[in-house]
């Protein structure tokens, strides 16, 4: 099993990345322990069979809530967040926030087991990505069902690109958290030009300085949108053409990275690179203005970290009340203040800007993107069964390896 995305993703600031274990010294024993892991998945059981709306309407209201996250994933560095302070205020629940989410392949090994035994896992609300845990935890029948006449919010206020995922049609058992996008990043004093195509990674001129992701999902997305293939709906022949553009592309490529390509783009080691939204976000107003984030012509990819409720959750209606806290322009944006990821409550930017004074953050098409934007963004392939997302991950692997 590789890492995922989930694991490298991460910002750049001071505050550390929430997701940047590679980055650390405990790279070594994380990848020994994913590729021990083997998650070979579920036939697409539900479960036993659950009555939710007679579930919902039973469910007794509670002054607790246990809510896991990563780790620098909410407006606090130390203490409680204001976000919090504000919920446990105005609906008198008490939270216990823990930040013990480091990346997703880890946490389902944790929680799945517990799950799978119809046990508690002691957490009311966690959050994970879009990726083959989080439909694994749909499928083994792991998570509630939501009830969405208790989530006026969400209805109102969220952001049509988050709304009827292709990893959870409906919204039936997740909202999203944060977004963020995949694209390329550049800087525009060394490659002497605008970025505007992947076709612009095959120029000669730049020779060993174009920077991909060790990630095999990210790295195998980006080829087949260089082919003009809609990722999400690519089949393994696709795959293997994707395969082919890469071998292609590298004699170009300086490397594969981890965490670590943004620090790279930085001191020029790389001239372009495969990046994250939020990373150059935060590495423009951390001494690096000069650093171009683009949506390329063929498109860019979308990541969504979600909340989820876990069955036999000890609080399930105090975590329906968060998500549908969260998802106002005032709460959403005291978050998105902080953890600068692309906000899924579009109507939070005017609080960002007239409320909370932060001109950079509401005018940051990294945070608050356009329509357009939002128009050429893709989602991942979701992985029909394991053999799949093995077939997938040994294409793209090959390039990595090679």
């Known amino acids: 099993m590789t890492a995922g995305p989930d694991l490298l993703r991460g910002l750049t600031s001071a505050r550390v990345s ?22 070979k998945g579920s036939a697409g059981s539900q479960g036993d069979p659950v ?36 919920f446990e205020q105005e609906t008198g629940i008490a939270v216990d926030y823990q930040a013990v989410i480091q990346d997703n392949a880890t946490f389902y090994a944790t929680v799945s087991p517990i799950l799978r035994a119809r046990g508690a896992t002691g957490y009311d609300l966690v959050v994970m990505t879009n990726g083959y845990e989080l439909t694994e935890m749909i499928k083994n029948g792991f998570v509630c069902q939501l009830d969405a006449s208790r989530m006026p919010n969400f ?11 292709n990893y959870d049609p409906g919204n039936r058992h997740s909202v999203v958290w944060q977004t963020g996008f995949t694209g390329l ?30 990630d095999n999902t990210e790295l195998g997305s980006l080829a087949l949108l260089a082919l003009g293939i809609a990722p999400e709906t690519s089949t393994p022949a696709d795959w293997r053409r994707a395969q082919e553009w890469l071998r292609k592309l590298r004699p170009n490529v300086a490397g594969f990275y981890d965490q670590s390509y943004i620090n790279r783009l930085e001191n020029g080691d790389t001239w372009i690179t495969q990046a994250w939204s939020g990373d150059v976000f935060q590495a423009q107003q951390s001494g690096f203005p000069h650093l171009e984030f683009i949506t390329p012509e063929e498109g860019q990819m979308t990541w969504h970290d979600n909340m ?95």
């Open 18 to 39: 929430r997701r940047g274990l590679l980055a650390g010294g405990g790279a070594a024993a994380l990848a020994a322990l994913l590729t021990g892991c083997s998650i």
């Open 51 to 86: 009555d939710w709306t007679a579930f919902w309407r039973d469910a007794k209201q509670t002054k607790d809530l246990n809510f896991a996250n990563w780790p620098l994933y909410i407006d606090s560095d130390h203490g409680k967040s204001e976000s919090l302070r504000l």
């Open 155 to 165: 209805a109102a206020n969220a952001s049509d690109s988050v709304k009827n995922p």
């Open 185 to 214: 990043a550049y800087n525009p004093k060394y490659t002497g030009r605008k970025i505007t195509s992947f076709q612009d990674l095959l120029d000669p001129a730049f020779r060993g300085r174009i920077g991909l992701m060790s």
């Open 308 to 402: 989820l409720i876990p069955k036999q959750a000890a609080n399930p209606l105090s975590a329906l009340t968060w998500m549908d806290f969260y998802y106002t322009p005032r709460i959403a944006g005291i978050v998105e203040d902080y953890v600068n990821y692309v906000c899924p409550v579009p109507g939070a930017e005017d609080y960002v800007r007239d409320e909370l004074k932060d001109a950079t953050v509401a005018d940051s098409p990294l945070v608050f993107p356009s329509a357009s934007v939002l128009e050429q963004s893709h989602e991942f392939r979701v992985f029909e069964n394991y053999d799949e997302y093995s077939e997938w991950n040994g294409i793209f692997n090959a390039v990595v390896q090679s």
